[in-house]
């Protein structure tokens, strides 16, 4: 294995901290600005990993065949990882029942209640909302997280698909996929009438399982083994899929996700990604 470990608070210091406590006698390798891996690990040091989460940096330790090249598909989620906002709050924030929307996005995406219900319930709430205030949304809102352009970049340059697969709806979904240029991007439609939310969902809901099966048949046509797989998400309703992919990132996400997950990036961009699999 090798020990990656990255963020804008290291300093020369901590890495000689964490190269003693490593025990190693092969030096830090550069592969980043501020992104760094020490090759020949053979076991998890707990006390690198508690004084990385103590000063702020991401640490991971990384499976030798885990590398760019290895991978064909990426699979990801869109609110709160692709983007920097939950979209059906902020819809909810044009009608001023934002509190009470995302108090239940917030339990759904910790795992305490059933994603689709929950969905269900809170696009409930919209409904008389204009398509209007959607656009309104997705032009002044709507925001790429740090590093989305330059990990997406780097998927089409190693040749990796990559696919958003959202718990969300379709109408900011195609237009993140287009900002990113994304391969495919799968998510749910808002029932409008007249112009009008109806407060109603179209078709099955995208859930924790449909996002794992999304990634398994996407896998399956390419002719890829799950190894050559990576899932990357932050609420509860993506564990299915990180799961089921070679490599699941928990980017800024719940502790619950965090747990499970195979890597976790906490203080840095999704170009973090990037290193994670870099040698």
């Not at 030798?64 to 924030?93: R, Y």
């Not at 928990?250 to 961009?269: E, M, S, T």
């Amino acid at each position: 294995m090798r020990l990656v470990v990255q963020g804008s608070a290291i300093t020369v210091s901590h890495l000689a901290h964490i190269h003693r406590l490593s025990g190693s006698s092969v030096q830090f390798v550069q592969i980043a600005r501020h992104g760094y891996y020490l090759a020949n690990q053979a076991d998890k040091n707990t006390a690198i990993e508690q004084f990385c989460a103590e000063q702020h940096i991401d640490c991971a330790y990384v499976q030798d065949k885990q590398l760019l090249q290895n991978f064909g598909l990426c699979v990801m989620d869109m609110d709160s990882t692709l983007i920097s906002i939950e979209c059906i709050d902020e819809i909810a924030d044009m009608v001023g029942i934002k509190p009470q929307v995302a108090a239940i996005t917030e339990r759904a995406m910790q795992g305490e209640l059933d994603f689709a219900q929950s969905l269900r319930e809170r696009v409930a709430l919209l409904k008389g909302l204009s398509e209007e205030d959607l656009m309104r949304v997705l032009n002044e809102r709507l925001q790429l997280n740090p590093g989305a352009k330059e990990w997406i970049k780097t998927c089409k340059n190693n040749n990796i698909t990559t696919v958003l697969v959202s718990g969300g709806f379709t109408f900011f979904a195609e237009r993140v996929k287009a900002m990113l240029g994304l391969d495919h991007a799968v998510s749910n439609t808002l029932e409008i009438i007249d112009g009008k939310l109806t407060g109603r969902v179209l078709g099955d809901i995208v859930d924790a399982q449909r996002k794992a099966d999304e990634l398994t048949k996407l896998r399956d046509r390419l002719g890829l083994n799950a190894t050559q797989t990576i899932a990357i998400g932050d609420g509860a309703n993506d564990l299915k899929m990180m799961t089921a992919a070679g490599a699941g990132v928990a980017y800024h996400a719940k502790p619950v996700v965090q747990a499970q997950a195979d890597y976790a990036l906490n203080h840095v961009g999704l170009d973090g990604v990037i290193n994670l699999f870099t040698s």
